[in-house]
Every structure is written in structure tokens, then in C-alpha cells.
């Protein structure tokens, strides 16, 4: 772990140095019972240091996994911020619908721009912006939670 620590703060030297914004430099973490308490000094040690930082939960894949506690609800980032194309060139909602539940376009008939413009994209997001997160089928099942909201 004290590698890891020290590559990345290289890493941030090295950027610093060339006084570049690239490359950004993301940090993710994944909240489980066993480090629940270090989540605000992890937080607290890299916010000011890296572009981003995640704080993901273990998470049950769309009911995949063991049933965990409730997790509440709030809109989920993903929708804004990523678009995931299968192999086949349909785009899903969501990185863990692999049995393809929701389907929102097809890059084989669409341009990116009409999918991620679309209106079933437009609809689950407007779902979540609602507090109506259960229904999108796939976001229904599903126990995420990021920190775009733990630390406001």
C-alpha cells in the first residue's frame, strides 16, 4: 500500500512539474464494513491533491450478487458521465446490464450524439433527477452509491 501511495504522488509531481492537466488523475476506493471509518481520510487526504476521487460500495451487480443493507437512492452520476457500448454496438444504460435489460440505442443505426441525446437515455435520467430511481428496471436492482454526494 505504501508503493502505491508514493507512485501516485509521483505521479503528481511529475504532472505538477510539466504544468500539465494531463494526465488527470483519478482515485477510486470501494467502501466495505472493514474501512467504512477511513472513507473521510481517504477523502480528506487526496481531495485537494488528484482531479477526482471515487467512493464506490460493494455493489450486488443489478441483483447478480449476496443481498446487502439498503442503499439510498441518489441519482447516479454514471448517467451524465459514461456511455457503455457493447461488443455489438448496442449501448446499455448502465456497466452492469450484461444481459442487455436496458438497451438505449444502437450505434450500428445511431450516432453517439442521438444515443446519448436520446430520449431513453433522457428518460432514466430524468427518473433519477425525480427520486424515481426504481423505475429504471436495471437501476431498480441495483446497490451503488458514489461520493458525489457523501461529502457535500
Given at each position: 500500500m505504501k508503493d502505491v501511495r508514493n507512485n501516485i504522488l509521483g505521479l503528481i509531481e511529475l504532472k505538477k512539474k510539466a504544468k500539465s492537466k494531463f494526465p488527470s488523475i483519478s482515485l477510486a476506493i470501494v467502501e466495505m464494513d472493514e474501512n467504512t471509518k477511513e472513507l473521510k481520510k481517504f477523502h480528506n487526504e487526496w481531495i485537494n491533491r488528484v482531479d477526482s476521487i471515487s467512493i464506490i460500495n460493494m455493489r450486488n451487480w443489478s441483483g447478480k450478487a449476496?443481498?446487502?443493507?439498503?442503499?439510498?437512492?441518489?441519482?447516479?452520476?454514471?448517467?451524465?458521465?459514461?456511455?457503455?457500448?457493447?461488443?455489438?454496438?448496442?449501448?446499455?444504460?448502465?456497466?452492469?446490464?450484461?444481459?442487455?435489460?436496458?438497451?438505449?440505442?444502437?450505434?450500428?443505426?445511431?450516432?453517439?450524439?442521438?444515443?446519448?441525446?436520446?430520449?431513453?437515455?433522457k428518460r432514466a435520467r430524468d427518473m433519477h433527477l425525480a427520486d424515481r430511481v426504481n423505475c429504471v428496471s436495471v437501476c431498480a436492482k441495483c446497490d451503488k452509491k458514489t461520493d458525489w454526494w457523501l461529502f457535500k
Open positions: 449476496k443481498k446487502r443493507k439498503a442503499v439510498t437512492k441518489y441519482p447516479c452520476a454514471l448517467l451524465w458521465q459514461m456511455m457503455v457500448v457493447d461488443w455489438d454496438g448496442e449501448v446499455v444504460l448502465c456497466c452492469n446490464d450484461w444481459n442487455h435489460e436496458d438497451v438505449i440505442g444502437d450505434l450500428n443505426k445511431e450516432s453517439i450524439r442521438e444515443v446519448w441525446t436520446g430520449v431513453k437515455l
